[in-house]
């Protein structure tokens, strides 16, 4: 259990830079009502390209944001095959995220990976920064739990404010229903194209921060990241759908969905000690667990619902 807690400020840590991820796969799976399969490969493609412009020499601010224009150029091309190839989004992604593996590995040089030297270089966030802040050698604005988190209500904020602009709002009406939506002459195809852009731009965001944390981007980084974003998303809804109705709110809970998924598969790994290499299996298990509430609890309704007519 010491480990655990010990391991605790770490995965709160991932969790919320996963979370950012997940907000971003919210977009287009719960606003837009798109399967995008993109992620796997933007997410990677924000890391890689964060990396490489600051061996480069570059700011880590302006690597943050080539990261995210990045990201965006891969939903872009999502959405062109989407809405102008006729290619199912589903499909559409997974070609995206195909391709991206071959340019991922020329952002790095055509290595499958690529390290940075925190002594080198000034990150915004690093494990590193984690122990020195414990040890008190660096102030606490370093945490990486403060960074983030800071990262996170920004994005929060402007996503609040986005989705409540007029573009936002048709965004969201193209998402509830595009039959409806083009009747009342909004271009839903631009909509979509556009949502797929600024979520993707979030999920490079995301893997520009995971790639400084751990000081190193590799090749399979974005692996399984659509499995860990549904994960959140679900679990975020599952614990606090209840809770929080407004569309912050609502952001909110999806990075806490991922700081609950970090927290339960540390849990896993340090107090039950189960092996790190059934990682991949525990984590599709916790996600079909989370994605299995809603009908059970739909069915629990349905039940008590018909007892107590019956009675």
């Known amino acids: 259990m010491t480990s655990f807690i010990n391991a605790l400020p770490g995965a709160i840590s991932q969790g919320m830079i996963w979370g950012i991820m997940a907000i971003g796969l919210y977009i287009t799976y719960r606003v837009l009502e798109v399967s995008d399969l993109t992620v796997d490969g933007s997410f990677c493609t924000g890391g890689c390209v964060c990396v490489t412009m600051i061996v480069g020499g570059c700011n880590v601010w302006v690597a943050m944001l080539g990261a995210i224009l990045a990201g965006m150029v891969t939903g872009l091309v999502t959405g062109f095959f989407h809405t102008k190839c006729g290619i199912p989004a589903i499909l559409a992604g997974i070609l995206t995220q195909l391709g991206l593996w071959s340019v991922n590995l020329a952002i790095l040089g055509m290595k499958a ?27 606490f604005y370093n945490h990486p739990i403060f960074a983030v988190g800071m990262v996170t209500v920004v994005v929060i904020a402007i996503l609040y404010w986005f989705f409540g602009t007029e573009l936002g709002a048709s965004i969201r009406a193209t998402g509830a229903n595009q039959n409806m939506a083009r009747a009342q002459g909004i271009n839903t195809s631009r909509n979509i194209v556009f949502g797929l852009v600024l979520a993707n731009g979030l999920v490079a965001l995301a893997g520009a921060l995971l ?18 974003g549904l994960a959140s998303i679900i679990i975020g ?15 909110l809970s999806v990075s806490f969905g991922s700081i609950i998924y970090y927290i339960v598969i540390q849990f896993v790994i340090s107090v039950l000690k189960i ?12 996600v079909a667990i989370f994605l299995s509430i809603p009908y059970w609890k739909q069915n629990l309704r349905v039940k008590t619902g018909k007892e107590k007519n019956h009675a």
């Open 113 to 139: 990976n690529q390290a940075i030297n925190i002594n080198n270089y000034k990150l915004l966030v690093s494990l590193r920064y984690l122990q020195d802040v414990s040890k008190g050698t660096r102030p």
């Open 211 to 228: 790639s400084q944390y751990n000081s190193f981007v590799e090749i399979n980084m974005g692996r399984g990241a659509i499995v860990i």
């Open 237 to 251: 809804e599952s614990v606090f759908g209840n809770l929080f109705r407004n569309f912050a709110l609502k952001l």
């Open 275 to 286: 092996d790190s290499n059934y990682l991949k299996l525990l984590s599709a298990v916790i």
